[in-house]
């Protein structure tokens, strides 16, 4: 497949890509134990990566990819040798991996966009039965043929599906790397086809060494605030560099903390601060702060039963879906935010009560 110009959704600020990356940090379990079921000859076809957002999934599913289109003999010295699965960015198969014009690698995300045009909302069908046309045919290399999905979240009920029922009846020598942030929610038949690779969030001292490999000139002290405010995610960390960015994560968590509270006058004052068609960044920054605090909440309360996790999951459930058609469509983000804070400030009431 080759490059599309145009913004990529699945890339973030100025970031390289994650196809771009040669480094991965903080997953050497992860690495290992798929670099121990490859050598086994045992590697299961299809593998569902999970994880919190900007942890470093999709890296490694790109990571994943290039080691096996370079090396497509489980038994060959190079993999005996291997303690990771870096691969030389000099190698061919990196090279065609970074320009996304490897003949045996499929990816599946949202189309991107243009500079009049958001990237799509959803993974469509027909993009899915197009790219996974080429598990049709013998792989290019003689190799494997890999297809990477990021993320999951972004297929509709009938992509899904259709991914779904390659997934069943793989061709031989074919892996499927399937990013999922909520990996719980993924569709349940899907699932079970899968084996599970569960990341967990970053360790504040890996998540500044990423922060200072992607900008070496940053300030120490900024790096080390925004990685021990960041749970774990170099995305979320990234943000947190800059100190507005800081001021409103923290004016957030405050408001959220107060729920079911509700200050008219400051939520008026923060819908009107995400409100201008600049502020994406300060946008996606508060749609992280919420879902990380709900996060937080449904981990804390677990041992209450679902009952008290039910109403949260559901408001975030539906705030995601609004925000994805506030973000596609260009709508008015005041009554968003507006609407957000009302239903969660009724599913707290809701979940004390259970």
Known sequence: MSQPDGIEADR?????????????????????AF??????????????????????KATFAYRAARFLLANPDPSAPAVARATDLGVDPDHPAARRVAALSHPDLVVLRRTPGTDKKGPSAFIPIDAVRRALAVFGTTAGAGGYRVAIVDSVEDLN????NAL??????????????????????????LRSRCRKMTMRPLAADDVATVLTKLDGEADAAAVRQAAVMAGGSVRTALRLIDPDVIALVERVRRMLARLPEEDVAELYSLAEQLSGRADEERFATFLTTVGEWI???????????????????EVWDKGLRAARDVQVLNLDRRPFVFSLFGDLAEAVRRSSAA
Do not use: N
């Not at 079921?37 to 942890?55: D, K, M, N, T």
């Open 12 to 32: 973030y600020l100025d970031c390289p890509h994650p196809r771009e990356q040669t480094d991965l940090v903080g997953h050497a379990a992860s690495e290992t």
């Open 35 to 56: 670099l121990d079921a490859f050598r086994s000859g045992r590697l299961h076809h299809a593998w569902l990566i999970g994880g919190p957002q900007g942890i470093g």
């Open 157 to 160: 009920a009938a992509s899904a």
């Open 164 to 189: 779904l029922k390659v997934v069943e009846e793989p061709p031989p020598r074919s892996v499927f790397l399937i990013v999922a942030h909520a990996p719980g929610r993924t569709m349940a038949t």
């Open 295 to 313: 996060g937080g909440r449904v981990h804390s309360e677990a041992a209450g039963g679902a009952s008290r996790l039910a109403p949260l999951v």
